[in-house]
Structures are given as C-alpha cells and as structure tokens.
C-alpha cells in the first residue's frame, strides 16, 4: 500500500508540474528552437507511458527511499540526480544526432528535467510520508 501511495503522490506531482512547463514554455522556448521538428500537437499516449514510467524511475531512486527514512533532502538529491541522468540522455543524444538540436535546448531541457524531477521528489516525499502516517503506512 505504501508503494502505491508513494506511486500515485509522485506520478500525479511530476506530470502536473510538467505538464504547465510544456504548456507554458513550448511555444515560448521548444518551438523557436526546434522548429519543423516538432508535431503541431503533441501524441499523448507516448506521453502518458513516459510520465507512468518515469514516477517509477523518481519512487524508486529517490521518493520511496525518502518516505522510509531518508528524508525529503535525500529524496530532492537523488531526485535531481535521476532526472540529470535521464534527461541528459535524452537531451545529448538528441544533441548528438539531430541537426536542429543546439546547445542551447539541450541546456535548457537537462535544466528543466534536474530541476522539475528533484521539486517532485521532494513534494511527493513530504506528501506520501504525511499521508502514509495519517493512514498509519508508516
């Protein structure tokens, strides 16, 4: 029950935060940058597989640990790390094989993944630890 608590807090968090940041920013700082290669929408099934699998990347690695006793700066660290790792795939593969891919997008998205996925680590460690003692989980 805990994992699914930890689960559901983390899942709902990143994808809701992430979701204003696309929301607000793709047509302010992706589309300039990438131009044609963007869709004119997005697919959201891809989508929706890559926030379900990526909240078990953040539970796993560091909100789960964070709820069971390393605490919400354990789960904020090792948060950003996780989304510096992933998103720094992402983004320097992408650099490293795309033509319109620069410098610049790669920056700006391994900032946004680091940055977004430790906020949510955290959150969801201070969210699922509350609610786990509140339901008596913890």
């Known amino acids: 029950m805990l994992n699914a608590l930890t689960y559901a807090v983390t899942l709902v968090l990143f994808a809701a935060i992430d979701t204003v940041?696309?929301?607000t920013m793709a047509a302010r700082?992706?589309?300039p940058l990438l131009g044609d290669i963007l869709l004119e929408s997005f697919?959201?099934?891809p989508a929706v597989i890559f926030y379900l699998f990526y909240a078990v990347?953040?539970?796993v690695?560091?909100?789960l640990p964070g709820v069971k006793g390393a605490g919400a700066g354990y789960a904020l660290l090792w948060g950003a790390l996780f989304g510096l790792f992933a998103y720094g795939t992402y983004d320097l593969t992408n650099f490293a094989t795309l033509r319109n891919w620069g410098v610049a997008i790669t920056a700006i998205d391994m900032t946004w993944g680091t940055v977004v996925s430790g906020v949510a680590a955290w959150l969801a460690t201070v969210i699922a630890s509350w609610l786990a003692r509140?339901?008596?989980?913890?």
């Open 29 to 31: 700082i992706y589309r």
């Open 57 to 59: 990347g953040l539970v």
């Open 134 to 138: 509140q339901f008596g989980l913890l």
């Open 21 to 23: 940041w696309l929301g």
């Open 43 to 45: 697919r959201p099934g």
């Open 61 to 63: 690695f560091a909100v």
